[in-house]
């Protein structure tokens, strides 16, 4: 099977092509197929930051979204093999000092090269296996490359080969209006805990969030979670306090309180746009868990009549989707789970088996190639790739190697100490946490 990025390069050429299950395929946009620098220049020159093309095309991006100064043009004009060739030189003379690290989401082009692949928790946890590396090259995007640094020695250095690679999810939730969020609560909650020692709220961020807001939890006596352990972490949040914020993902919040049992109308959603993010104080009052009104673009895709023409066309299929899907979505499909999750159920299928996947196209097609035994593809026909993780691209894994052969660090990603150390403190609680 192709890579995405082929695929998209042949649809844009108008040349047939198809997806497992059959299906012609198309792309979400054209400008996928040209390089991620011409949104650097783009950026540049409209002075405000935007994702580039994809799934977050349309999301907002904050005018403090890191950008990426200009690749150097001989790695915009490299061909695919000449690319190749020096980024297998680059990594042969570094050795043991760099380690790449690729997500699961990332495409093939870059993947390639990685030394490991997962998921951001699993991939910063990787870097700790590599104590001589000097370099953790991180492709993926810059919440990733924050958390391995945080995690990582202070003496190593986290790079993110494109600046421009941010998150439009971790984005929707900044330190500024979480705070704003914590002080109007703490006026409607007060401070103090009640008769079982639970104090009125614990505030929960996904690890898809900045390091500014993991550090927000780890002062206030909050906690990270990961889409595979969001049930626990809740269950730890619940027994130390008597209602959640969690932020920024609401589907995530969602689809792991309902399972749980919390009742929907105790789920109010905070808009940071509004007071008391728009709920009246005794909705707040009666709240269980608060949901902060973000959402990521790529699983937001995802629907229930993608589901339903899976069932119609391959009667059998097994529906798996991620947690960060709509609740109707989760709700309608066989399961749902982490990016662990999805790999594992489709390891342990004995027989050959038609999967519907609900989540980003890059994992779905690898997943596709690896288990040749089994039928496997992505829910949504049109391919539309992760925005953010579209701005990696070879010529920058090219880059920022060579500058280190050289002894130059380019695109170093580093979180102040006043930041990393309680952002640490709220991933420990995670660890410690246990179901
Ligand atoms: S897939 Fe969604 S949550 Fe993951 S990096 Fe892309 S925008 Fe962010």
Redesign the pocket.
């Known amino acids: 099977m192709s890579s995405v990025n082929t695929a998209i390069q042949l649809i844009t050429r108008e040349q047939a092509t198809t997806m497992a299950g059959g299906a012609a395929a198309s792309t979400c946009s054209p400008a996928l197929a040209r390089g991620p620098w011409d949104y650097d220049l783009a950026e540049a020159l409209a002075g405000v930051p935007a994702?580039g093309p994809g799934?977050?095309s349309a999301d907002a991006a904050p005018a403090s979204t890191p950008r990426q100064g200009q690749l150097p043009e001989e790695y915009k004009l490299a061909s695919d093999a000449e690319l190749d060739a020096r980024i297998r030189a680059a990594k042969a003379a570094l050795g043991d000092r760099a380690v790449v690290l690729g997500?699961f989401?990332q495409r093939d082009e870059v993947i390639e090269y990685a030394d490991f692949v997962g998921d951001s928790f699993q991939l910063a946890n990787a870097a700790l296996t590599r104590p001589d590396a000097e370099a953790i090259i991180f492709c993926?995007?810059h919440?990733?490359a924050e958390t391995a640094d945080i995690l990582s020695r202070p003496d190593q250095a986290v790079i993110l080969p494109n600046l421009a690679a941010?998150?439009?999810?971790?984005d929707m939730a900044d330190i500024d209006s979480v705070t704003e969020c914590w002080e109007q609560l703490e006026e409607v909650f007060g401070t103090e805990p009640d008769a079982e020692g639970r104090v009125p709220v614990i505030p929960v961020t996904y690890m898809?969030s900045s390091a500014a807001l993991k550090g927000f939890c780890g002062q206030r006596g909050g906690i990270v979670c990961t889409s595979s352990n969001a049930a626990t972490v809740l269950e730890w949040a619940f027994e130390r306090g008597q209602r959640v914020l969690f932020f920024p993902?609401q589907h995530l919040g969602r689809n792991t309180a309902k399972a749980m049992g919390v009742p929907l109308e105790q789920m109010p959603m905070w808009n940071p746009r509004k007071d008391l993010g728009g709920n009246d104080e005794q909705r707040l009052l009666d709240s269980r868990v608060i949901l902060w009104h973000g959402f990521?673009?790529?699983?937001k895709r995802f629907n229930v009549g993608q589901i339903e023409k899976a069932r119609a066309e391959f009667p059998g299929v097994q529906v798996i989707v991620h947690p960060?899907c709509p609740m109707e979505v989760v709700d309608a499909a066989d399961s749902a789970g982490s990016t662990d999750f999805i790999k594992k159920a489709i390891a342990a299928a004995t027989e050959p088996t038609t999967f519907a996947i609900g989540t980003?196209i890059n994992m779905v097609n690898r997943l596709a190639a690896e288990y040749p035994q089994h039928t496997i593809f992505c829910l949504d026909p049109v391919i539309c790739p992760?925005?953010?993780?579209y701005r990696i691209h070879p010529g920058y894994l090219a880059w920022v190697l060579e500058a280190l052969v050289r002894g130059e660090v380019i695109n170093r990603i580093t979180v102040q100490e006043d930041v990393a150390a309680p952002a640490k403190v709220a991933l420990e609680r995670m660890l410690a946490a246990r179901p």
């Open positions: 994702y799934a977050s997500h989401y993926g995007v919440f990733m941010g998150c439009s999810m971790a898809n993902d990521c673009s790529v699983h960060e980003e992760c925005s953010t993780m």
